[in-house]
């Protein structure tokens, strides 16, 4: 088996079969003849039927019979959409959809060209929207197995999978080379090393292109080295270092014959890369020579200067073919005829993008296929089929890496007495991570991974078969002490943009984890951490106080594997050895200490460290010593999304429990909605619709099931502030609380100040701590920072919910109305 630096590297691997045996793009008749066939369909369409085969929609905003219509040439489901909105659609509901679009597209009843559409989808890890497929290791974890013949065979499974669902398309590989480990897509690159990205992508695109799916790589270029890891940030290189750094999975992929290139939302030297002709079509196509077409990404063209999502010539004018615009796609056709009509963009511009998409549905045959439930039926027993868990399994084992291992604790006995806690113990949501059903991966339990196994289920497995004691911990337990305790650190799921992190620090400032793991080595129990991440993390203080420490990523819905290397045989020996090196390196600090700015020079462990269980490493100590504190004591609740570690929740007297999903929810009266909506960025804000009668009480609410010691912002005169745009005013009594562990808490009456707003305005509103502390609240134990509870009718939006050090005097209430009313 071909593996990669750390093992028999032998350079790229090459699947067999490639889109050239499909098309027999090494035979020029064949490619002539393709060239003629686009020629004549191009011939034959309007302006209107070519700017609409240069549209992608959302499928919660295109209808097909908005492309019977129109006649677009593509539409997308983004992270976390599905047919009808329902999260639970079946495999048939997939089909069904897929053969709708497909039938409008041909339909010409209404003057569209006829042309079939193509549909594309964030298939990233797995087929990672539909309940029930595969979900694999995220490619950070594939970094770490160093396979690409392993890749490469995920890569085709997934596409296995995705052909089952009647899709066409898949935007994957990303090839980014991740350098700083504070970028929120980290776990989307295979490593820092540009030789990894490069090694990778070519087999990667020729096994999911070799079953007809068109592949991409994304997001052209330089997205995972802008300035302080931001996503969407600026990258500062000269050209040559831009492609010698972050073009190598680039020249392998288009070396493969990979068909569509997606822009990167990133910058190049303050430029957006979605507007930029210099390297979109000079050096993609004239340096690099890839002549396949290129996407925009979601609404990026609305990031050019002097562009919104729905108008920007210049993208086009830049080398965008096909424009991503989920929403606005309407308007974009309405703009795009009229910047044709008046020259912005010439009709020559028009006809070299489609011809450009018109040449790859022939070349992948979606110009003659039949309906997509038709070509989909000889797949539709891959999705989470056996062989493709094993396959997953397979990764699982092989990227986890063993960073330390004293007394060589590991591999454990699987007949000894184990207990699991912290987070990710039984988990499938947190060991999958973000784009896992839903955009940001969050709002998901173990059963919507069914055929999925969290790690505890693999140590009761175990347990079961050798005779051991496997269990959640449980500090109220009586009985022996356990031989050791497998303890799961894990980060909270995470996409782009809300993922980003401005340090490496795991849990400044509420190191719970930490304490836990002392406490547990103060009993005299052995610890085992195991760190469920998609990124290198400054834990040195929980590698000095554990006895050994494994990374494991994110490894998917086969978690029970991950007992399969940390427990031994019966015979005492390894059942699989740990075969994961580090992609990236490993942080000693938690900042740059000479530079914030920049990201670690200084590691505790170098790229392709890994230990085994017959490693002879003797520890020494790890600097515990941040470099960069936390800069205030503001406890952000909600900042484009629900931060760690609190939890969104709304609630009714017949549930007052309902944890909020990542689409949003309903109360269980039915007389709270609460949905997601965007502010400034996707997904950024939520809209919150009370429809009450005066008769019961309904609530929404952020907790977190410890206590949280907020007494120095008291002290330090802080207070609870959040953003709303109020949409309608209360018809009652409205109520703003903070608990401390119901029945400790104090609320406010705030009905006057949501009566007197300004309707659609958005606005801060500021209440200080030492209000709610009066009222009753103990703010060194807050669980509860934020509720909002009415019985009547009430419509808002909230964004940017914080407990903060120093609000703005400006925004903040006066306690004497409130206290006079208490």
């Not at 039938?103 to 209404?110: K, M």
């Not at 308007?331 to 511009?349: F, K, W």
Request: negative net charge; hydrophobic residues 40%.
């Amino acid at each position: 088996m071909k593996t990669w630096l750390w093992g028999k590297h032998a350079g790229r691997c090459l699947v067999a079969l490639s889109v050239c045996g499909l098309i027999g793009c090494g035979q020029n008749d064949g490619q002539d003849d393709i060239d003629g066939r686009v020629a004549s369909v191009l011939s034959t369409m309007t302006l209107e039927q070519k700017v609409a085969q240069m549209i992608q929609g959302e499928i919660a905003h295109v209808t097909p019979e908005d492309v019977r219509r129109f006649g677009l040439g593509s539409v997308l489901n983004g992270g976390g959409s599905f047919p009808d909105k329902n999260k639970y659609a079946s495999l048939q509901d997939w089909v069904r959809l897929a053969d709708s679009y497909y039938l409008a597209s041909v339909d010409t009843s209404e003057g569209s060209a006829g042309i079939p559409i193509i549909w594309g989808t964030d298939a990233v890890h797995g087929h990672n929207n539909v309940i029930g497929a595969t979900i694999f290791p995220h490619n950070i974890g594939l970094g770490a197995a160093g396979d690409a013949e392993l890749a490469a065979a995920i890569a085709k499974a997934t596409a296995k999978e995705v052909s089952a669902t009647g899709i066409d398309w898949i935007f994957a590989p990303t090839v980014a080379v991740a350098l700083d480990a504070r970028w929120g897509r980290t776990y989307e690159s295979y490593g820092s090393d540009p030789i990894m990205a490069g090694d990778f992508a070519g087999g990667i695109v020729e096994a999911i292109q070799s079953l007809g799916i068109v592949a991409t790589a994304k997001h052209f270029i330089g997205d995972g080295g802008t300035f302080r890891g931001i996503d969407q940030g600026n990258t500062r290189l000269d050209k040559d270092t831009l492609l010698s750094v972050h073009g190598q999975g680039y020249y392998s992929a288009i070396e493969a014959g990979v068909q569509t290139v997606m822009a990167s939302f990133n910058s190049w030297n303050g430029d957006k890369i979605h507007g930029n002709r210099e390297l979109l079509t000079d050096v993609l196509r004239g340096e690099l020579g890839f002549d396949g077409f290129v996407v925009s990404d979601w609404n990026g063209i609305g990031q050019v200067a002097g562009c919104t999502p729905d108008s920007c010539a210049q993208a086009i004018n830049a080398g965008i073919d096909m424009v991503m615009v989920p929403e606005d796609w309407r308007t974009l056709y309405d703009n795009m005829l009229a910047q044709v009509r008046s020259g912005e963009i010439t009709e020559a511009r028009v006809d070299e993008a489609v011809t450009r998409i018109l040449k790859v549905k022939f070349e992948f045959g979606l110009m003659e296929r039949t309906l997509p439930s038709e070509r989909g039926a000889a797949f539709a027993d891959s999705i989470g089929s056996e062989a493709h868990r094993e396959l997953a399994r397979d990764a699982v084992r092989r990227s986890l890496v063993m960073l330390k291992n004293d007394n060589k604790l590991l591999p454990l006995n699987p007949g000894g007495r184990y207990r699991l806690a912290g987070a990710g113990a039984d988990d499938i949501g947190l060991q999958s991570g973000g784009w896992t059903i839903s955009w940001q991966g969050t709002g998901n339990v173990n059963s919507d991974f069914p055929g999925g196994s969290s790690i505890l289920d693999g140590f009761v497995r175990h347990a079961q078969q050798a005779g051991g004691d496997v269990a959640l911990y449980d500090p109220t337990e009586s009985g022996p002490k356990p031989d050791a305790v497998i303890m799961v650190m894990a980060e909270n799921p995470y996409a782009e943009g809300q993922g980003d992190i401005d340090s490496l620090a795991w849990q400044q400032g509420n190191s719970r984890d930490l304490a836990l793991i002392r406490q547990l080595k103060a009993d005299g129990i052995d610890v085992v951490t195991l760190f469920l991440t998609g990124r290198p993390m400054w834990v040195n203080a929980e590698m000095n106080a554990s006895d050994a420490f494994v990374v494991a990523w994110l490894p998917g819905s086969e978690g029970a594997v991950v007992a399969d290397v940390l427990l031994a045989a019966p015979s005492g020996a390894a059942q699989y050895e740990f075969e994961g090196h580090l992609p990236m390196p490993w942080p000693n600090h938690d900042l740059n200490p000479d530079n914030h700015d920049l990201g670690i020079a200084d590691h505790a462990f170098p790229v392709g460290f890994g230990l085994t269980t017959d490693s002879a490493f003797e520890w020494v100590a790890l600097n515990e010593q941040a470099s960069g504190q936390k800069q205030s004591l503001d406890e952000w609740v909600f900042d484009k999304g629900v931060r760690d570690p609190w939890t969104l929740y709304i609630g009714d007297d017949f549930d007052w429990s309902v944890r909020v999903g990542p689409g949003g929810a309903v109360s269980s009266r039915g007389e709270l909605n609460l949905s997601v909506v965007d502010r400034e960025v996707q997904e950024d804000a939520r809209r919150v619709e009370f429809t009450g009668s005066g008769k019961h009480l309904s609530q929404i609410y952020f907790q977190f099931e410890d206590p949280v010691n907020m007494r120095p912002l008291e002290v330090a005169g802080g207070a609870l502030s959040f953003d709303i745009r109020l949409l309608k005013k209360p018809t009652e009594q409205v109520l703003l609380r903070m608990d401390c562990g119901y029945p400790c808490s104090g609320q406010m009456d705030i009905t006057s100040i949501l009566s007197s707003a300004v309707l659609s305005n958005w606005q801060k509103l500021a209440f200080p701590m030492e209000c709610f502390a009066q009222l009753g609240v103990d703010s060194s134990k807050v669980n509860t920072p934020f509720l909002l509870a009415t019985t009547g009718e009430l419509a808002f939006e909230i964004s940017e919910v914080v407990l903060a050090e120093t609000p703005d005097s400006a925004d903040v209430m006066s306690c004497g109305e409130f206290l006079a009313d208490a």
